[in-house]
């Protein structure tokens, strides 16, 4: 952990090279973070992934509940190692934080890549059967029981919740999912960072109040070089919302991926043109 102003913050630190602070999604985690940042490690990168308040490592304080704060609170974890300039990337409900970083500290932000990200208000709506798998204690052992037993069934189940596919694209993506061990691994591991139970109910709270009550990220104001990435189908974060971060952000350029799920980026076909893609926006922006 590492101590701030804004409480101690929760993180991982892997990697030597370029630095790039990997901001997670809703729910996450550092270990989620770092996971979303493996590639960038494997391309010689240095990767810091923290906690966001509320969520494990990192306690929800006054301090450090609101959307700025989250912001500045990173960029303290950036001074604490010693780390003055660094890239930025971030995936869903990282965005708004995200964002807000590089407005905050333009002169910190030498690059910034977004993942399907929030960028304007945004409300849940979950179904009964979400609720229960994601919110209860018996909903969340049958969903890692479902992952465990019949693992096919479950990526299938994931993706198709992830993105609006076809039957025929579904079922290619599964098949090319099971195919592959770390996709399939990512796939999986989300049984478990799918859970709004402690540790992870204090942060999703938070992201619930803070994202539905956004009006203004100031996104004009970025003036960084963006690479902003989103799946044409993305069921969870409105594509819509990376077409407004590019036309608000000046320097930006958007991305889309096919079929484009909500974890394209680390799924699909093109996930790997796509990965590299990023690492070398970070190289020539570095």
């Known amino acids: 952990n590492m101590a701030t102003a804004f409480g101690d913050i929760g993180y991982l630190d892997r990697g030597s090279g370029p630095p790039v602070l990997v901001i997670h999604g809703s729910p996450g985690d550092a270990a989620q973070g ?25 306690a929800l304080t006054d301090k450090n509940a609101s959307i700025d704060a989250q912001a500045d609170a990173h960029a303290a974890l950036m001074d604490g190692l010693g780390i003055d300039r660094f890239s930025l990337m971030c995936w ?25 990200a929030v960028s304007q208000e945004d409300h849940w709506h979950d179904s009964f059967v979400e609720r229960f798998a994601f919110e209860t204690r018996f909903g969340n052992w049958l969903l890692r ?28 993506l599964t098949t090319s999912v099971m195919a592959n061990p770390d996709k399939r691994a990512l796939i999986l591991s989300m049984a478990d960072g799918a ?66 799920t909500h974890v394209c980026v680390y799924t699909e076909p093109g996930s790997q043109a796509a990965q590299s893609r990023i690492a070398e926006f970070f190289r020539t922006n570095d």
């Open 145 to 172: 029981q479902y992952a465990h037993i019949a693992p096919k069934s479950f990526v299938s189940a994931t993706l198709a919740a992830e993105g609006k596919l076809s039957r025929h694209q579904l079922k290619e």
């Open 34 to 58: 770092s996971q979303l940042g493996d590639f960038l490690v494997r391309a010689g990168f240095r990767v810091v992934s923290p906690s966001r308040p509320g969520y494990p490592g990192t």
């Open 195 to 260: 859970s709004r139970l402690p540790p992870h109910r204090d942060g999703i709270k938070n992201d619930m109040s803070n994202f539905a009550a956004i009006t203004d990220l100031e996104l004009r104001k970025i003036t960084c070089p963006t690479l902003l990435i989103h799946g044409r189908n993305d069921r969870d974060v409105l594509p819509e919302y990376s077409e407004f971060a590019a036309s608000q952000i000046a320097n930006a350029t958007l991305e889309w991926m096919t079929p484009g």
């Open 92 to 116: 869903s409900g990282g965005g708004p934080s995200t964002y807000r970083l590089a407005v905050r500290h333009p002169d910190r932000v030498q690059a910034l890549v977004t993942l399907a």
